[in-house]
């Protein structure tokens, strides 16, 4: 639970838009900003809590194979440790259900691992009064291996050609047969490699047990999701765990999911019978889970010589864990950003002996993507035709695999504005054609896509005796601007002002949310917390009107207008109330009305299923439409000639994410993405030392992410038109969407500026000395 | 080891301890004081996020025994609005929307105090150079640059 | 962090003493012991901090060089007027290093005892063997992740690179380290690893460093140091090089030319094969680049520090090209 509690000038507050800041889609500055910016707000494992004792992690040192003995005497006898976790003494658990809600098979789980089949993984924790002492002492445990060959990545000769995955087959026509007849033939491989999240808050929790009932203060992304998996675990009811995230300092998809390290922690608090801390250490989040998992794409595209698509021919492989399954699908963009006659994509994984990968900010989209934009920008300079015009030659008018028409596509508009603003009429078509001194200048372009992931949402809105409203849900904000739309939304609906709304968000105890990931959540929310507000909204009206204590009773009106928290009658005769004295005047001291968005005749196991699982959330291609967010990148790269260095020094990016909530916030996302996106195609990649099986970069000083420095000034521009096929108020997703296509659009950059074309990310110099 | 007495003067006030010589400034503040508002990113520092002051000076609390800071003056993100006053680089972070998790955003603000006053918020590439320090994973670095900028010229006029 | 002691040193000579002590170290800015500590690599019974001493803080600069004491920290040598004007190579190496925190607290004796950033040297669970850690043990390097190790002064025993910058500056100046009253040039104060990696300083149990002193010259007063890297900032050099030059009475034949190249080998490294090759020559670009690739004489790699050995006479022509412009 969180209460804003710090007021600050209006001039600060944000600045107007359609409706005012306060409205939706007004500028209104972060609601929850006063908290982060003077150190108040609290995350999860910030708690202060009574007899709290301290977690540490022991993990594996090789890559595959046995645990043959922990020798844990000397930490045990090490001051302060209050106990020792492995294998043999953590308390047994059950097996939960994946995220689908499959049921599980009927076996223990046990988080602390004695089959190895990953560097990194947990093998023991060590618990002590101190957070000191537990670090001490978890270097002084002791663990002897039986190890095993390992397959350290998809370039190990070992590790095959991987399993077919034929949920993402994709064919129409005959693409193999058109291909070979094309005049014009494009082949390439594109790489990525293992890459991180890496939020600036690492993972961990506090658990603390009373009885049968569990609360855990984690950072996450899906509060009920996890709830559910807590529960699974120590199998108590679902109603006994409590989740607590008031404040989540970064997920990018990495904290969707209740991970074994949360189950060691929840062990060792049950085990003692007091709250345990946990927190991953740096190094531990990258190998505690998984990250973006390296892929690798073949794209052909046959195309004539006026560079009209007729083929794509696309293969893809990914990595996964050797008993995890994780698939990113690579065939997403590929198979709708063009119109093409024929097409095929099919996809394997492979098993490699790593954590089990995770989601990344646009899992499948972003690989898809740095494959397909890359290979149309070959295509474009093989065909001797603009990166821009070939793009719009091969517009795709519809769905061109689910054969639908889009919901809404301002993808022309994206680029038209996007190269209006970069003035990429102005660039010359040939590489190393533009230079500054020591510095080759390219341009690039490519196109991003995200598809509009729908779901069910519910939220209580209440109308105090004080005429202010709360809005409440387990739904999170992480950034996003969760606490701010959701006020924006319940202050227009009800007609308050945005000061006047408290959202509290990030306790399970409030009205179920589901997954916030895939950019569904500000969609979703918006739509409930409309609906909620709507309903309490009428309720106040019915109260004026028909409440034969209401000031307004006499007046035998059809309705009433409410707005800056007064009621009046709508030809403005009659009184002029406040909605606290209304509320006053009808002796009532709340309004409170749950909505929700489910289907008018579902079931108590269909609001559980759908809340904590993502088994019920709506297909983008539901009904008659294909729904997609959409973008253009125009970028301009610096390459120092002698040297190699690649540095981005302008970013001009136009995009649809339909109605934007809060145009202010909705903009910093889209920056963050950008941002994350030059990381990606300049300087993220996990190396592996393949000796060890081991990630060695696994620190913030090795695994480069961009700082400040490596940013220039990004403009970004809005395309959206509401989209109400998408969402209840018309937005489409915006979190995922702009990372999307900023790696090829930075690659085809460094083309044009060198005439060097890289197709293994990240584009370091030694690639281009 | 046995515990030794420090004394840190936090925020304007004194604080006295009992800790092992081991315990860092961060640890201290957030483990031992509730003083929360300094993250704990990496514990190496290679991230920021427990940027503080002391002496005046932007330290990393993660690298530095508390019993380092024993006699020293320390300011942490809690003691940088005045009487329910915004420090203006806290208000130009608001109002630039200069962070979005706010995981690393105390640091940001306590490394953009440090900036403006050392003098190296002079053009935007210096803003630039002298927070990089400070990593954000969101990426609302071109918002802290221009939260700086703006604070720097109020700074100035 | 194993536990340990903590004391004040109250003089530089009772810090020295009590130094040696077995079990004891030194802490000053605590960037690189602090870390290590948490590394599991540093494990001391008694830390001796000194950076309350008075006195040993001090820049004094005077017509024949610098005198910088070594508790200054690398920020105030780096923003000091009078080392920006007539010491610029040592400022530009400074402000390039680490982060503004990092500076901050980070003292010029310190940095000089900063070790290494080989992730086997840094990861001693998940890496048994290390010569550097336990002399004996092998390295974990040779055949491993290599893209940021030495290309020159490795042996069979270590191939870890030396990550700092200001040294790199100071050796290219002929500067000396004061271990109170001895002194030494910093070129020898760092050791090859050869056979005995574990062996990193030129100092003894008991001695401290007190300063650090840096000869005036024509050379160092036109200098500048000239780091490249992956990011843009707060990162180690995948080459950098330390150049000042002097120049005839003509404005283009090279009278004195100090080379030293920082981020390719496993220390500080002059470059006087190229020095010696354009002394007395004309200051011609083609000239310089060809003379640049002297600096990577004998250098070996170990497959993805290859980019090193092409990188780094680039760098070095390009800083003295540089140099060249400047009048």
Redesign the interface.
Known sequence: MTVHDIRVGESKRGDASDGGADAVGGRLSRVDGPAKITGAAKYAVEQQLEGLAYAVLVESTIASGKVRAIDSKAAEAAPGVLKVLTPDTIISLKTASDWFGTPPPDRPYCPLARDITFSGQHVAAVVAETFEQAVAAAAMVKVSYDETPSIVDLSDGKAGDGIPVDAMTKEWGDAQAAFASAPVRICAAYNTPREYQAPMEPHGLIARWEGDHLTVWEPSQWLDGMARTYAEWFAVPFENVRLVSPYVGGGFGSKALALSHGAVAASAAKMLGRPVRLVMTRAQTFTGYGGRAATRQTVTIGADHDGLIQSIVHRGVNETSIDGMWVEPLGSVTSIMYATPNFSSRQNVVRVNSVVPGAMRAPGENPSAFGIESAIDELAYEVGIDPLEIRLRNYAEQDPHAKKAWSTRQLREAFAAGAERFGWARRTPEPRSMRDGNYLIGWGVAAGTYPVRRAYGEAVVRILADGSVEVESSSIDMGQGTYTILAQTAAETVGVSADDVVVKLGDSRFARAGVSGGSRLAGVMTGAVYKAASSALDQLIGLAIGDPRSPFHALQANTLVVANGRITAPRGDGPDVSIADLLKSVGRDRIEATGDTMPANSTAEDRYKNYTTIAMALPHTEGDYSRHSWCAHFVEVRVDEDFGTVRVSRVVSALDSGRLYNPKLAESQWKGGIIMGIGQALLEEGIVDRRHGRIVNNNLADYLVPTNADIPDIEVISVGIPDLHSSVLGGKGVGELAIVGMAPAIANAVFHATGKRIRDLPITLEKLI | ?TK?PVHLDINGRHHELQL?????LL?AL??RL????????????????C?VHVDG????A????A??AE?RTIT???G??RE?E?HPV??A???Q?A????????GQ?M?AV??IR?G?AGS?EE???????????????????AAVRQAALEAAS | MRDFSYLRATSADAARQTAALPGAMLLAGGTTLIDLAKCGIAEPDTLVDITHLEGLDRIEIDERGAIIGALATMSHVADHADIKGRFPAISEALWQAASAQIRNMATIGGNLMQRTRCPYFRDPSNFAACNKREPGSGCSAIGGVTRGHAVLGTSEACIAMYPGDLATALVAFDATVHLGDRRILVDDFFLLPGTTPDKEHAIEPGEMITAIEIPSSAAVRRSTYLKVRDRQSYEFAAASAAVGLELEADGRTIRDLRVALGGVATKPWRARAVEDALKGKMLEPEAVRAASLLAVEGAVDHGANHYKIELAPRVVARAILKMGETA
Do not use: W
């Open positions: 080891m030794i092992e010589p081991r315990v860092t640890d957030r483990d509730g003083l929360t508002g300094t993250k704990k990113g990496c514990d190496h520092g290679q991230c920021g996020a940027t000076e932007r330290v990393l993660c690298l530095m025994l019993a380092q006699g942490t993100i809690e940088l609005a329910g915004l806290q208000a972070f608001l109002e929307d962070f979005q998790c706010g995981y690393c955003t105390s603000i490394s440090a900036c050392e190296h935007d803003i630039r150079e002298y927070m990089a320090g400070n990593l954000c994973r969101c990426g609302a670095y071109p918002h802290i640059v």
